[in-house]
Structure formats: C-alpha cells, structure tokens
C-alpha cells in the first residue's frame, strides 16, 4: 500500500440522529369512560412525563384531545420548553369517544409537519380505554405508532390491541411506559 491511501481500517459507520427530527404527537382520550377508576387522571400524569422526555430530547410534541362529539388542537406542534400541569388541569372528559375525529386531527397535523420537514421522524401516541365503535385507518404519516390501553377491569373489550395488531402498531400498558 502507498503512504496515505485509503484502507479499511480507514472507514467507519456512524449512526446519526434523524436529521429532520422527531415528533410525537399525543392523542388523548377525553370521553366520559376516562373518568372511571382514574384513568384520564393517570393518562394527564403519563403525558407530563412523556412531554418532558420530548422536551429533555429537543423534540417536538403536539397534544390533541377528543371527547364529546369533537377532537382539537391543544398543543403544539413545537417544544415543550415549559410544559407542566397547569395545561393539563382544564382538561376535562364526558360524553362519547370520537376516536376516529382525534385521529383524524392528528392525521391532519401529521400530514402538515410531513410536508414541511419531510425528513422528521413522527411518532403517534393513542391515549385511551378502547371504548369506542370507531375503526378508524391509520394515518400515512405516522411513521411509529403506539397505543397505551387504559382499559381496566375483569370485562375487557381489547380494542386497543386490535386496533394496534390492525395497524401494525404497539399496544402497552400505563404501566409499562412508566416502569
């Protein structure tokens, strides 16, 4: 070999953040069924954290909330540089579960971060307890998505896991983003 080519002890592979970033964007169940045993309670609690892990990793979150008969925008998207639990507080539940309005919502938000950082990595994160008809399809770009099952009690339906084997997502308990 000649003094300064280029060898195989020369080259390394590196692994790079995603250059365009990341989004999460948080879809929480609002409805009446939320409020027994505390589940829209300790939903809020698990956003707070999962805001400040986005927050800590410069990523951007949005927050929407369905309930009722409608779905919104409640944050975001953008950093949460001072996220807390005063946004949370006035989050109240009742009425029905519109699941396919607030994914339909966050479908929309995700469709115009994709079209202005295409190369951001967006995450979509399904609050809820699965009681709701709705079937609704998977939004094109989510690139990850993930469905934390609040349903709780002997008579459980499973929605939220047949969504997510629907959608070729992952379906996890509070418990085990927590933990």
Do not use: Y
């Not at 953040?17 to 999460?24: E, F, I, K, S």
């Not at 994160?125 to 469905?147: K, N, S």
């Amino acid at each position: 070999m000649r003094d300064g080519a280029l060898s195989r002890e020369h080259l390394r592979f590196v692994h790079e953040t995603p250059r365009g970033g990341v989004l999460h964007c948080f879809v929480l169940d609002c409805s009446g069924s939320m409020l027994t045993g505390q589940r829209l309670a300790l939903a809020k609690g698990l956003l707070i954290a999962l805001f400040d892990r986005a927050g800590a990793m410069r990523a951007e979150a949005a927050l929407v909330c369905f309930g009722g008969a409608s779905a919104d925008v409640r944050f975001g998207p953008a950093v949460p540089r001072w996220w807390n639990e005063r946004w949370l507080e006035p989050v109240g539940a009742g009425g029905g579960s519109p699941l396919e309005a607030g994914v339909r919502r966050a479908a929309q938000l995700l469709e115009r971060s994709a079209r202005r950082r295409p190369a951001q990595q967006r995450w979509l994160w399904i609050l809820t307890d699965g009681r709701t008809r709705d079937e609704p399809r998977r939004p094109a770009d989510a690139d990850e998505v993930v469905f934390v099952d609040f349903e709780r009690g002997t008579l459980r339906l499973g929605r939220c896991e047949a969504l997510a084997n629907a959608w070729g997502a992952r379906c996890m308990t509070p418990e085990a983003l927590i933990g």
